[in-house]
């Protein structure tokens, strides 16, 4: 249970740089950069899928 608590504690960094990425993705939006908005994100979700594959399925 340790485990599962401490991992999910460090799921929050890339959480966090993806909350800031997807803000800027709407900023992007709202500014009619819609190729750009959809870039980044992609690039906001991938940054929390991956670690997240990695802490929860590779790390054990």
Do not use: E
């Amino acid at each position: 249970m340790g485990n599962l608590l401490s991992d999910s504690l460090l799921l929050l960094v890339p959480m966090g740089v993806a909350f800031y990425t997807f803000t800027y993705a709407l900023w992007l939006w709202r500014k009619k950069n819609k190729v750009g908005a959809v870039g980044v994100f992609i690039l906001a979700v991938i940054s929390v899928i991956y670690p997240g594959f990695v802490l929860f399925f590779v790390h054990r």
